[in-house]
C-alpha cells in the first residue's frame, strides 16, 4: 500500500458550525505542503449535533476525505487515538477541529521537522487568544504541576497541536493503555523533538468541550499514568502519621505515670478526625491506581467504530471497527 505523505487528523464533538470552515483551511494548507498526496482524517466522537451528517456531506465531494463515526462518545483522548490508528500517512499533523491551532502552520512545521532531523514538532503556545484569564491560569497550573509530578519530562505550554513522523506514530500505537495521554505518551517514545512556538486564536464557532471538570480529570489520567507520585506521597504520610502516633504514645504513657493524664473530648475528636481522613486520602489513592489496573486487565478495544465514510487505509489495531467486521464474516 502506497501512503499518502500526510494524514491530519482531528477528532470532533459537537463541531457542525466549524466542520465546513475546517475542511476548508486544512485542504488548502495540506495543498500547499504536498499536493494532492493528502488524507483528512475527521473523527465524529458522538456528537449530539449534526456533525455526522455534515462530515458525510463533506466525504462525499471530496476523495480525501475520510469521516469515522464512533459508536458513542469515548472522549477526546481516545477518539484521538481512533483516528491516528485508522490514518496511513508518513506524516500525521494532529489538530483540534476548533480551529484555535492555526493549519497554516503545517508548512513551517513540516520545514522545522525536515530542517532539524525530528520525529516530533510539537506547538507550544505563546499566547492564548479568546481565553479567561481563569482558563489561562489554570492551564498553566496544569501543565507546571504535570511538569514536577510526571516522571516523563512533558513540555510545558503545549496540547496535541503537533506534528509527527510514521515511526514516532507507530511507536505511540505501541502503547495499549485504556487512560490514555497522548501528549504524555508521545513525550515518552522518545525520538526526536522539537518545540514550535505560535500564538493561538479564538474558537472559530461554539464552546469549549474541556471545562474544569474533564480538565482536572485530564489531569488526573496524566498524573497517574506516568507518576507514581501520588503513591509515594501516600507511603510518605503513613510514616509521618507512624512516628506522630508513637510520640503521642509516649505522652500518653508518660501522663498516665505521673497521673497528670487530663481527658479531653475535642483534643481526641480532632485527632481521630485528622487520622480519619488521612486514611481515607491513602486508601483513596491506593484505589484510583487499582482501579485502572483492574480496568486494563480486561483488555477492552480502545475505540468502537459504527460507520466510515470515504476510503479508510488504516486498520483498527487498538479498537474495533463495524466496518472491517463486515469485510471478514470469520
Not at 34 to 61: C, F, H, T
Request: charged share 20%.
Amino acid at each position: 500500500m502506497k501512503r499518502p505523505a500526510l494524514s491530519v487528523v482531528v477528532p470532533c464533538y459537537n463541531e457542525a458550525a466549524c466542520l465546513d470552515v475546517l475542511h476548508a483551511r486544512i485542504s488548502g494548507a495540506a495543498r500547499a505542503a504536498v499536493g494532492e498526496d493528502y488524507e483528512i482524517v475527521l473523527i465524529n466522537d458522538g456528537s449530539k449535533d449534526d456533525s455526522w451528517p455534515a462530515m458525510q456531506r463533506l466525504a462525499a465531494d471530496d476523495p480525501h476525505l475520510v469521516a469515522i463515526n464512533l459508536s458513542r462518545n469515548h472522549g477526546h483522548q481516545l477518539a484521538l487515538t481512533a483516528g491516528l490508528d485508522l490514518c496511513a500517512g508518513e506524516q500525521i499533523l494532529i489538530i483540534d477541529a476548533d480551529l484555535q491551532d492555526p493549519p497554516e502552520l503545517l508548512t513551517d512545521m513540516r520545514a522545522t521537522m525536515a530542517a532539524q532531523g525530528a520525529d516530533v514538532v510539537y506547538a507550544v503556545r505563546r499566547k492564548r487568544a479568546g481565553e479567561t484569564l481563569f482558563k489561562k491560569a489554570t492551564a498553566a497550573v496544569f501543565y507546571r504541576m504535570l511538569d514536577r509530578l510526571t516522571d516523563t519530562p512533558i513540555p510545558l505550554d503545549t496540547g496535541d497541536f503537533r506534528l509527527m513522523s510514521r515511526r514516532a506514530l507507530d511507536a505511540l500505537q505501541s502503547l495499549p493503555e485504556q487512560a490514555r495521554f497522548i501528549r504524555g505518551m508521545v513525550a515518552w517514545v522518545g525520538f526526536r523533538q522539537v518545540p514550535f512556538p505560535y500564538d493561538r486564536a479564538e474558537r472559530h464557532a461554539g464552546e469549549t468541550h474541556y471545562p474544569l471538570g474533564k480538565m482536572i480529570a485530564l489531569a488526573f489520567d496524566a498524573v497517574t499514568g506516568f507518576s507514581t507520585a501520588p503513591l509515594r506521597w501516600a507511603s510518605h504520610i503513613g510514616l509521618a502519621l507512624t512516628g506522630a502516633s508513637l510520640l503521642l504514645l509516649v505522652y500518653i504513657a508518660i501522663g498516665w505515670l505521673t497521673g497528670t493524664a487530663v481527658q479531653g473530648w475535642t483534643s481526641t475528636m480532632l485527632v481521630t478526625v485528622i487520622l480519619g481522613a488521612v486514611q481515607m486520602f491513602v486508601l483513596g489513592m491506593i484505589g484510583e491506581y487499582l482501579g485502572r489496573l483492574y480496568i486494563e486487565s480486561k483488555r477492552r478495544p480502545l475505540y468502537l467504530v459504527a460507520d466510515v465514510a470515504g476510503p479508510v487505509q488504516g486498520h483498527a489495531r487498538l479498537g474495533y471497527s463495524a466496518h472491517e467486521g463486515a469485510k471478514d464474516p470469520a
